[in-house]
């Protein structure tokens, strides 16, 4: 029997249920059983994934905060500062606007190398403000993500690959926004499902009928011991 292949899977829009961000359970029990390794690789504040690996019941590889947060299941690596991205925040607030999460801000409250925005907010002066301290704006469908140039996923997890042992030309991505692009790119085999982004579905190997997790659960079913 051939062994399953590394995989790297996103979560919002990827392990997601298609009526709101909840995680599917039914992902939880093919990923648990998955004889390969699994990262999860995504634009969430590092505490989250690290969960979702407990909660599933995986080791905890983890590229998070579209890469500027790399776990290797042994030690954390930083590849950027949030300093930098505090400061577009806070001249954003002083130029009149808010980063639209309300005062807890839950979805930056742990966020250690990025700031996210919401999307019901003017994007075309955090850009601007962006700019003026060489950060870039990443649109993932679910925020504006305040971040250092070089920082991606795809590079995020070639580290993990090579910290780990396992063969990047082998693994299977699975993903849904333009911040797996840098994965798809890094990876043998790349899926976007059906609710992914034009810049992901242009990227991916292949675009899948299904979307959400649905459409991830049908990769995990093709792919297994492939």
Known sequence: MNRDPPLVLDIDGTLTRPEGWGVDPRVFDPIREWDAPVVIATGKAFP???????SIGVPELVVAENGG???????VQYTADRAAAQAVADAYRDAGYELGWGSD?????????????????????????????DLEVLDTGYAYHVVE??????????TIAEYVGFDLEATVAVGDSINDVSTFETV?????????????????????EA????????????VRGD
């Not at 989250?48 to 407990?54: K, N």
């Not at 947060?69 to 030690?75: A, C, K, Q, R």
């Not at 997790?213 to 079913?221: M, P, Q, R």
């Open 48 to 54: 989250y994934p690290i969960a979702l690996c407990h």
């Open 69 to 75: 947060v790399i776990y290797t299941g042994d030690s």
């Open 105 to 133: 801000d839950t979805v930056n409250r742990w966020r250690e190398t990025e700031v996210a925005v919401n999307r019901d907010q003017p994007e075309d002066p955090l850009r601007e403000i962006a700019a003026d301290y």
């Open 149 to 158: 140039p070089e920082t991606s996923k795809g590079a995020g997890v070639a």
């Open 188 to 208: 043998g085999r790349s899926f976007a499902v059906s609710n992914a982004d034009e810049a992901a579905r242009a990227a991916a190997d292949e675009v899948l």
């Open 211 to 222: 979307g959400h997790a649905e459409g991830t659960l049908s990769v995990l079913e093709r």
